[in-house]
């Protein structure tokens, strides 16, 4: 089973809407997530970080459900410029804090 | 402003042929990390290192190796290169032990074997 598994998508919508990802993982001990962020061609960037409590960064809501083993993304009033693809980023602790990586929602945003 | 290199955007090899990828980073980051990354598969790790001379095997280290004599700098050495290392390489540093884990990844290389 795959250490962190996302949905590829790929997702196309149109300006203004909100859309949402989900990523599962499947060791518990998993203690740290991110949400990264790439463009075509390009290399990923930290989105933001995915707290217990739940965080927000404009129109970018991250959420963690430890009891489903599962983190999200809600990005609200789409732009163009959100069109990307979204990698999921679990951290186990026991294992050297090594990153693993979802394999990539793709976005894109419709005029 | 945080900075990874890498040596090459775009390389072609033969197969057989030994390949090197640097990677430099200015920050002073004490962990430095080599992924490939291939469509469906996403980022896999091959290698990392936490310190100068040392290394660990990531997920997928058969067909490579590394070397960290420097701080600042990580290579990844195919020692014979395959068709099936055909891929984007991208290398990513971090401060060990961060507060917030923060990996910072150079602009990838893509590397074609024929």
């Known amino acids: 089973r795959k250490e962190v598994e996302q949905d590829p998508g790929p997702f196309n919508v149109p300006e203004g809407a909100t859309v949402a990802f989900n990523c599962t993982y499947s060791?518990?001990?998993?203690?740290?997530f991110f949400w990264y962020r790439q463009d075509c061609r390009k290399e990923p960037k930290l989105l933001m970080s995915?707290?217990?409590s739940g965080n927000e960064d404009g129109r970018f809501t991250a959420q963690l459900n430890r009891a489903s083993q599962y983190i999200s993304l809600l990005i609200r009033d789409s732009k163009l410029s959100d069109s990307a693809t979204y990698l999921c980023v679990v951290i186990r602790m026991n294992t050297g804090n090594q990153f693993y990586f979802g394999t990539g929602t793709s976005l894109t945003v419709i005029p | 402003d945080v900075k990874v290199t890498q040596s090459s955007r775009y390389l072609v090899k033969r197969t057989g042929e030994k390949v090197f990828l640097e990677c430099v980073q200015d920050m002073d980051h004490e962990n430095m990390f080599w992924y490939r990354q291939d469509p469906g598969l996403g980022l896999r790790l091959i290698y990392f290192?936490?310190?100068?001379?040392?290394?660990e095997k990531g997920d997928i280290p058969e067909g490579y190796s590394v070397s960290r004599e420097k701080k600042e700098r990580f290579s990844l050495i195919l020692e014979s290169a395959s068709t099936n290392q055909t891929s984007m390489y991208l290398c990513?540093?971090?401060?060990?032990?961060?507060?917030?884990?923060?990996?910072?990844f150079g602009p990838g290389t893509r590397l074609t074997v024929l």
């Open positions: 290192s936490y310190d100068v001379k040392m290394k």
């Open positions: 990513a540093s971090s401060l060990l032990g961060g507060k917030s884990d923060e990996q910072f």
């Open positions: 995915v707290y217990s």
């Open positions: 060791n518990s001990a998993s203690q740290s």
